[in-house]
């Protein structure tokens, strides 16, 4: 017998009665069992609705949410919302017993009918999640980032089949953050356990989903790889959500040598490769951004702006007269 899909929804619509009707409309898709799926979109398209509706949180007004075959009980039907094999964390979720310590927050989650167990597990996920040293404070004592681990802790360490993701990171600083990706995509690895996230960070998705699934007005207009999805959007949308971009029309793109037929050209920064040239060039570094290991250069022409890339840091001063050589581009 074929095996039921893992998470799926097939033709589902929620629209929220107001001014303007909105939610997401017709979706379509399959949740892969043991992948990170990441949900992108512009703010108001419908992912947080996504989210909720694949957990049960709310019920469709059409079309289903299955898991494992069977239909996914919203929340008239059942006395606890949320499907018992997920677990999902916010930014919002505030569970978290701010005056009890970190190891007691975490194990109450379990149990205790086999305490030795629940020790064990106990410590297991905080040292997978990287804060066994955090086991003895108190959670009020934590940074918005830590507290952020042990709302993750406490959802994993039951072991849900699926875990939603939406905006968790929101508030955990750039540098906390990539640690705690690096230990959700570890824990997917050893476990098997299934991610659907939402994020608006490009660079978080990227680096984290094996999926990604990118929503425009309450509708799917690609998924993808990520990698080929960056390299190759379909559509100047998701181009846009990915990447900081040089967006073209004709007649700007024809001032870096390139003819379209279509609306819009895309550049993006890493394309572009410059020369500093001593003959007279229309291209003129307006400013010089220091990013640390790379910088961005923002040139201009006839009152035409383009960021590029530039890995060799100092070799540029503003006002260089620069030559471009566009590599790839992109038409829509
Ligand atoms: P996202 O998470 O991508 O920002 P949401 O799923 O939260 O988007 O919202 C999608 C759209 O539905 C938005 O236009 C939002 O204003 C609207 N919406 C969300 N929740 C409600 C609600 N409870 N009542 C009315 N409109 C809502
Ligand atoms: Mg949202």
Redesign the pocket.
């Known amino acids: 017998m074929l095996e039921a899909p893992f998470l799926q929804a097939i033709s589902v619509t929620k629209t ?3 001014a ?1 009707a ?3 409309k017709n979706i379509s898709l399959d949740i892969e069992p043991g992948k990170i799926t990441a ?1 992108i ?12 509706l694949l957990y049960g949180l709310m019920s469709p007004d059409e079309g289903t949410v299955n898991f494992k075959g069977e239909r996914i009980w919203g929340p008239e039907e059942k006395l606890i919302p949320g499907h018992d094999a997920m677990k999902m964390v916010t930014q919002h979720t505030n569970d978290l017993n701010l005056f009890a310590r970190v190891w007691d927050n975490v194990s109450a989650m379990l149990p205790s009918t086999n305490v030795k167990l629940k020790e064990e597990k106990t410590e297991e996920i905080l040292t997978q999640l990287n804060m066994i040293q955090l086991a003895k404070q108190r959670v009020a004592d934590l940074s918005g980032g830590e507290k952020q681990r042990v709302a993750i802790a406490r959802a994993i360490i039951t072991r849900p089949e699926v875990l939603l993701l ?2 968790p990171f929101n508030q955990v600083d750039a540098s906390f953050r990539e640690g705690l990706q690096h230990d959700i995509r570890q824990i997917v690895k050893e476990t098997g356990l299934t991610v659907v996230m ?1 994020s ?1 960070d490009p660079a978080e998705v990227l680096s984290m989903a094996d999926k990604l699934v990118v ?1 425009n007005n ?1 509708e799917i207009v690609e998924a993808g790889h990520p990698k080929s999805l960056y390299q190759n959007p379909l559509n100047l949308y998701t181009a846009e959500l990915l990447t900081n971009c040089n967006v073209l029309n004709a007649g700007e793109a024809r001032l870096c040598g390139i003819q379209t037929h279509k609306e819009y050209v895309v550049v993006y920064p890493e394309w572009i490769r410059i020369n500093k040239v001593l003959r007279t060039s229309n291209w003129r570094v307006q400013q010089v951004l220091f990013k640390g290991f790379y910088e961005d250069l923002i040139l201009e022409n006839n009152g035409v702006l383009l960021r590029v890339v530039n890995d060799e840091s100092g070799k540029y001063n503003e006002d260089d007269v620069v030559s471009l050589n566009i590599k790839k581009w992109l038409e829509y």
């Open positions: 929220y009665s107001g303007e909105s939610g997401i949900i979109g512009q703010s108001g398209s419908g992912k947080s609705t996504l989210l909720r939406d905006e939402v608006h929503l309450g």
